[in-house]
């Protein structure tokens, strides 16, 4: 009966035990996360993009995608934990040192952003990404680069999905060790492209052309 009991007690202090014991599920699908940034840019804006756009990839490729919308400040724990960075807005942009060292041990070690000027961003983009690699100017890539031409042909570069100010569509990038780092979209805005239809009004084939360009970053910044 003595040794019963004791069992009885051990198990109920066994079995919380095992239940809180068990590990948080966690999943090694490919996730996009938005930077989070001060200086009063709408950092936040059409957030349905990058899920649209991970749904467009995971029906058109074989890269395992979570299509969720998530945002993550530059000195949160989370930061490091994504391998690929969206950047976007249409304002100012404002980097503490600390963010910038943070921005700069990111790239040097293995991340990769993807910056597109959703007009209006360039001026404090410029600025801003200047202090992380201050050693760097951006430069335009040429239309032989494979991000044009990993997935989908892109011959004449970025598309032009929104005209702004109605210069050529350019693509810039940083490099660290011969590997891009940073690819920057200027007078493009593919981004807008992925957004659901009625949110900009954009033809079915403005949005092929943006998803399938973005497939394209996705693709390239995986595999180099």
């Known amino acids: 009966m003595r040794i019963a009991i004791i069992l009885a007690v051990a198990l109920a202090y066994l079995v919380p035990i095992r239940v809180l014991a068990q590990p948080a599920k966690v999943t090694s699908a490919f996730k996009v996360a938005r930077l989070k940034y001060a200086g009063g840019g709408d ?15 995971r029906q058109h490729t074989i890269i395992d995608v979570e299509p969720v919308y998530e945002f993550v400040d530059i000195t949160s724990d989370k930061f490091f934990t994504y391998p690929f ?9 404002s980097f503490t040192d600390l963010e910038i060292t943070r921005l700069r041990t990111y790239l040097e070690n293995g991340g990769f952003i993807y910056a597109d000027d959703d007009y209006g961003m360039d001026k404090a983009f410029r600025r801003e990404i200047k202090k992380v690699l201050p050693e760097q100017d951006l430069v335009e890539l040429p239309y032989s680069h494979g991000l044009y031409h990993c997935q989908y042909e892109f011959p004449g570069g970025p598309p032009k999905t929104h005209e702004h100010n109605g210069k050529p569509a350019q693509g810039f990038g940083l ?3 011969g590997r891009l780092v940073l690819y920057y979209t200027y007078e493009s805005n593919p981004s807008d492209g992925w957004n659901d239809a009625e949110v900009h009004g954009d033809p079915p084939e403005k949005r092929e052309e943006a998803l399938r360009f973005g497939t394209n970053i996705v693709a390239w910044a995986l595999t180099h």
């Open 85 to 93: 960075i969206f950047l976007t807005g249409h304002g100012n942009i």
């Open 175 to 177: 490099f660290h060790s």
């Open 43 to 57: 950092w936040y804006n059409d957030p349905r993009e990058e899920s649209n756009l991970l749904q467009y990839v």
